[in-house]
C-alpha cells in the first residue's frame, strides 16, 4: 500500500498561527483560539447536541483509504463535520462529512449506535457514541469500518472524533474555573486507534487495534495558564509496549490548548520512536467543565511498517 500525507494548506496555516478563524487547539506562544466549534455558537447553560447544529471537531487527524483500498491518506484537520438530523421515516441520522464526502448514518434503534448499510443491508460503517461530558456540552463518537465498500471513493479508517459547544474564551480563567487554589484536574478516558501501512477498510477485524484507557489533565493558572498530564493505553495488539504517555505543560490560549505529549520511561520497544505526538484540546460548556480533544503519533520502527496512531479523549472536572 502507498501512503500519501496530505496537508490542506489553509488548515495547516490555521492550525500553526492558531487565528481568531482558526482550529480549536492553542498553541504555546499561538494566537488566542475563539472558534466555538459548532454553527449554534459559543456554549450557555443547559446545551445539549441537538439536530441541526452543525459541529467541527477541531484539530483532528484522520485517515481514509483511496483507491479501493491501496492508498492510505493521512489528513490534517481534514475538513470533518457531524450534523444531527432526522429522516423521512423519523429516524435520527447523522451525516458525516470527511474530505467533502458524506455519509448518512441512521440509528439502530439503540440511540448510541449509527450504521451505514451496504445494498445488501450490512452495515459498512458504524458510528459509536462513547462518551458524553457531566455538562453534556461535549461527546465522543468511536467510528468502526467492518467491511469496506470498493464503489466509494473514499472510505474513512477507524476513527475517534470529540463534538461540542465549546467554552468562551472569556470563561477560561481562574477566577471562572479555579477561584480557590487556581488549579483544576479533570479525570476521563480516552480512546485510540492504531493502523500501520498495510492496514485497508476491508479488514473485518475491526477492533483489533482499537484501546481505551484513563486520562488526567492539570488546568494551571498559577503562573500563566497551562495544561499537563497523562494518559494510558494499552499496547494496540503488540504493536508497541508504551502505555503511559506524559503531557508537558502546554499554554492554555482562549479556550484551547495544543502541544506534544512524550513516552513514560522510554516505554517504547528498543529501535522504536516516537515521531509527532500531537495533543489538541478545548473547554466545553459554559463553565468549562469539561476538556476534549485529539492526539495523533507515529510509532516508527527501522525495517518495520509504521504505526499511526488516532485517538480523541474527554475529561471532566473533580
Known sequence: MSIAILRNSTALLLTLTLGACGGGGGGGGGGETTDPLNTRGFAQPGWVIEEGVVFRPPNVTIMITRDQGETLDILNDGDVTFEFNENAAGDEVIDFTIDGNTFRLVDDGSGDTWELPSSAGTAVMRLFLE???????AEVYFLLNSIGRPTNPIYPENAVFVVGYATDPSTVTAENIAPVSG?????????ANAVDADSTVFDNNGLQNVEEGAIT???DFNNGA???????????DGDTTAETYIIPSVSINGNGFSGTFTVDDNELAPGQ???GA????????SDAGAIGGHIF???????EETIYIQGAFLADEN
Not at 462518551?131 to 456540552?137: H, R, V
Not at 497551562?226 to 494496540?236: A, H, T, V
Not at 500531537?278 to 460548556?285: C, H, L, P, Q
Open 131 to 137: 462518551y458524553t461530558s457531566d455538562n453534556e456540552a
Open 183 to 191: 488549579t483544576a484536574t479533570y479525570n476521563g478516558s480516552i480512546l
Open 217 to 219: 489533565l492539570i488546568a
Open 226 to 236: 497551562s495544561i499537563s498530564g497523562e494518559f494510558e493505553l494499552g499496547n494496540f
Open 273 to 275: 520512536t516516537l515521531v
Open 278 to 285: 500531537e495533543i489538541n484540546g478545548n473547554f466545553y460548556g
Open 297 to 303: 503519533t507515529e510509532i516508527q520502527e527501522a525495517g
